[in-house]
């Protein structure tokens, strides 16, 4: 068993431009991810969907209980394409049966064009956890409608949860819903899985994206600071 099959720890690494699937590990299946800082850039020039999907500082996608803690992430994420960014995210895009623990995010999202799952630590999550992390960076695309949040663009499920977890940065997107300081767009959520989060006022106009799973969310947010 390789070192990289369980645990990185460099101590700066600077990113070159990429295409889909993409981070400084494109996929991690199992294992350790922790403890570094990554700094750079990311320009895509096409879009990504389906098996592609998954863009992140750090990671493209998490499956099989990787565990990622201590990342934080300077690298700023933008594209010059017409065709629609998924699942994009400052340290990972994807978690898949994952966590993501005591990650920190300052750099800048700035997409053209994005359809859905856009976060300031991930972009979407399906059956994984995120906590302690925060977003200091910014998250932006000029799509209207587009699912942007200051930590999660996108919760898949009920079975999610993403707890004590901070925004600063500025949220937005083209208008419309689907926009929020913590996540974006509520497919499914348990208040019991969504706690003690908090953001900055005037970050975004409130913790969750309007339209997503009302009646989960209730008692979800906390104060504004």
Avoid at 188 to 200: E, I, K, M, R, V
Wanted: net charge positive; proline share 1%; hydrophobic share 30%.
């Amino acid at each position: 068993m390789s070192l990289y099959d369980r645990i990185f720890k460099p101590r700066r690494y600077t990113l070159p431009s990429g295409a889909v699937r993409t981070g400084l590990f494109g996929t991690t299946y199992g294992g350790v991810v922790k403890d570094f800082t990554i700094k750079g850039s990311i320009t895509l020039s096409a879009g990504n969907k389906g098996d592609n999907s998954g863009i992140g500082g750090a990671i493209g996608a998490t499956k099989y209980g990787t565990a990622v803690s201590g990342v934080t992430s300077y690298v700023n994420i933008s594209n010059t394409s017409t065709n629609a960014l998924v699942h994009v995210g400052g340290v990972v895009g994807e978690l898949y049966s994952s966590t993501a623990k005591q990650c920190l995010y300052f750099g800048s999202i700035n997409l053209q064009n994005a359809s859905d799952s856009i976060g300031g630590v991930v972009g979407y999550i399906n059956n994984s956890e995120i906590g302690y992390c925060a977003n200091l960076g910014t998250v932006k695309t000029a799509t209207e409608g587009a699912y942007v949040g200051g930590v999660l663009g996108y919760l898949n499920n009920e079975y999610g949860k993403v707890h004590n977890c901070y925004n600063y940065g500025s949220v937005k997107n083209g208008g419309g819903k689907h926009c929020g300081a913590i996540i974006g767009w509520l497919r499914g959520g348990t208040a019991s899985n969504l706690t003690d989060n908090y953001y900055l006022t005037g970050s975004a106009s409130s913790a969750f994206g309007a339209g997503g799973d009302l009646p989960h969310r209730r008692g979800a947010e906390r104060a504004k600071a």
